[in-house]
Structure formats: structure tokens, C-alpha cells
């Protein structure tokens, strides 16, 4: 992997990840930008104990624009589309977000672009292209730890119009937090409380029951991905290395070369779902990363969470009062109905 800091025209940060070592990436930002002006600021809740970041200028952000000016498309300077990358084409382009609801003091968010191709999902990239972006999230996450303000890194992507997705292009995001996010902190304290409790690895004995229990949906020499006993969505997939390391630093080369095939495969299969001619699967894609300096963050085990909000065929799951007032989710598809539908949607 070849890596190629630059800047854009706003002095943002913006970084090539290429898989050959013999590209060269200087072309430059021509776009007459204002250097960007944020209003990024976290409160905490007194009551609930949790932070919420408030952004207000994110509502000029850039939204469902035409395809033939998307901001995440390379640069075409001979049809005069100039975007957010400069160069003329890319394989991962990684850069700081212009709108980001995270910046300062405050953390960082960044936008990762998975493939230079508008019509493409992250399904459709080869294997190499998946282990790219992997190395990637790696990269990114071991960089944006060394930042003092940041105490959790965050990769996801958001995929589909349903879950408010306003960039078509296939891409993900990066959000540094400067606090433990409230998941992360009540997984962290079930896990130490586990620890006290029997001397064991909360995580671990979850994957060994889970693995026994029937919901398994795929698993390879390095990675296991099973529907969870409490989802808490309609269709939901948890994805765990097999040996237990806290963050994607911590994967071993065995692990990362098997990834990329289990990850497409499980990512193929969410779209053939709801049978063939349904538009394409909305999903939440989220890897869960310890907290960077947290007492007992290598009891902790990195994992990603795969989820849609669709629950059958014309029909989204919506967080209504019970999931949105009190936290409670109410899951009309049983975990073991939704393992066997994705057992029966494998690829031949």
C-alpha cells in the first residue's frame, strides 16, 4: 500500500491509498474554497451521563446532488467537475470532512471513499479492493489514536437513502470521539464486571455460546459471523476475529488476508435478503474498537456489526417509542428465522 498526504484547497487533510507503489499523486485543488468554519461543540447530559455533539453547520452540507456532480467522484477537469479529489482517478481516498460534526478540541471526522466508481457498492469490490480498505481502517485508526484528544476511533459506513445517507457514492466515514461513546461503556462495564464476577472474558464466552447456538451464518479459520441471541434488528450480523485482539491494529496477517472474503460474502448476502428485484439492502456497517486508554481495553474484542432497518420486503423497522423513548427494542424477526434466511442466501 502506497500512502500520499496532501491538502485541499480549505487546508484539509486529504490522503491516496493506492495498491501499487508507482502512482504519483500530485494534482492539485483548483476549487476557490473559504477555509472551513465549524460550530462543532459536545454538551454533556447531566442526567443520562451521555455527550451529544452539536453542529449546526452541518445543515448546509451537500445534499443528494446529480450524479455528474458528486463531490466524491474524482476530478474531470475536461468536463469542468472539480470534487472533493483532485486527482483524475483513485483507488481509497481518505480526507478530513468538510462538514464534520466532530472538529478541535472536539475530535475529527473524516470520509473514507471506498472506490472510485459512483455506480459501485462496497459488494461489488474485489478482494483486493476490501483488503485495501481494511489496511486502511487500520491506518486511520492507528493515526487518529495519537491524537490527544481522541479516546475512541469509530469506521463505519451508512449505506442506502433509508438510513439518511445523502452521498450515493460508495463510501464510509471516521469519527474520533473525545469521550467513550455510551455503547462502548456499558459493553465495557458488563465486560469487567464479567471479569469479577468469574475470572473470564465476558466476550469470549459470548462468541463460545454463540458459536453453538445455532445462528452461526459463516465462518472461516479466522473469523466467525453469527445472528446475535438479543439482535436488536430485523437482520443483524455480528462478525468476530476468532482470536481476540482489541482494535484493527491488533489482527494478525492470517486474519486480514481472510477478511475481505468473508466480509463480501456476508455483505453479497444481505442484498439478496428480500428476493431478487428489491432495491439494494440499507445497512449500517460498525466496527467496534476499545477505547484507547481505558483501564482493561485489552479485554476487549474488536468486532463488526452489520445491521439493516429493513424488516421485509417494502417495510423499514422504525424506532418508535419504545426503542426511541426508553431504549427498549422490540425485534419483529426472531434471530434464528433471520440465520436461516441468510444461510439460504449464500452464494453458490
Request: charged content about 25%; glycine content about 8%; overall charge negative.
Amino acid at each position: 500500500m502506497k500512502k500520499t498526504v496532501t491538502s485541499l484547497a480549505d487546508g484539509r487533510e486529504l490522503i491516496y491509498y493506492d495498491s501499487r507503489d508507482d502512482v504519483v499523486r500530485d494534482a492539485v485543488d483548483r476549487r476557490p474554497l473559504e477555509p472551513i468554519s465549524t460550530t462543532s461543540a459536545i454538551r454533556r447530559d447531566p442526567l443520562l451521563g451521555d455527550s451529544v455533539a452539536v453542529a449546526s453547520h452541518r445543515q448546509g452540507r451537500t445534499y443528494h446532488p446529480p450524479a455528474g456532480e458528486c463531490p466524491l467522484c474524482p476530478t474531470d477537469t475536461a468536463a469542468g467537475r472539480l470534487s472533493e479529489i483532485p486527482d483524475s482517478d483513485y483507488d481509497v481516498v481518505v480526507f478530513e470532512n468538510r462538514f464534520p460534526s466532530l472538529a478541535g478540541d472536539s475530535g475529527r471526522c473524516e470520509v473514507v471513499c471506498f472506490t472510485s466508481d459512483h455506480g459501485a457498492s462496497f459488494a461489488d469490490l474485489t478482494g483486493e479492493q476490501a483488503g485495501l480498505v481494511l489496511d486502511v481502517w487500520t491506518d486511520r485508526t492507528a493515526e487518529l489514536a495519537e491524537l490527544p484528544q481522541v479516546e475512541q476511533v469509530f469506521c463505519f459506513e451508512n449505506r442506502g437513502p433509508e438510513i439518511g445517507v445523502t452521498l450515493g457514492h460508495p463510501h464510509g466515514q471516521i469519527y474520533a470521539y473525545p469521550f467513550v461513546t455510551p455503547r462502548t461503556e456499558r459493553m465495557s462495564r458488563s465486560v469487567a464486571e464479567h471479569r469479577a464476577a468469574t475470572g473470564g472474558n465476558l466476550f469470549d464466552d459470548v462468541l463460545e455460546r454463540e458459536r453453538a447456538a445455532g445462528r452461526v451464518i459463516l465462518t472461516g479459520e479466522h473469523w466467525v459471523a453469527f445472528v446475535p441471541y438479543a439482535a436488536h434488528w430485523p437482520y443483524e450480523v455480528h462478525l468476530y476475529p476468532l482470536r481476540r485482539v482489541p482494535d484493527l491494529r491488533g489482527l494478525d496477517e492470517a486474519a486480514r488476508a481472510e477478511f475481505p472474503a468473508v466480509y463480501l460474502e456476508l455483505l453479497r448476502r444481505f442484498d439478496r435478503i428480500f428476493g431478487a428485484g428489491e432495491p439494494p439492502t440499507p445497512y449500517i456497517s460498525a466496527w467496534h474498537q476499545a477505547p484507547l486508554r481505558q483501564p482493561g481495553r485489552h479485554d476487549f474484542a474488536l468486532h463488526l456489526e452489520l445491521f439493516t432497518i429493513r424488516r421485509t420486503s417494502g417495510k423499514l423497522k422504525f424506532l418508535a417509542g419504545s426503542e426511541s423513548g426508553m431504549n427498549v427494542f422490540i425485534n419483529d424477526v426472531p434471530p434464528e428465522t433471520a440465520a436461516e434466511r441468510l444461510r439460504e442466501v449464500a452464494s453458490a
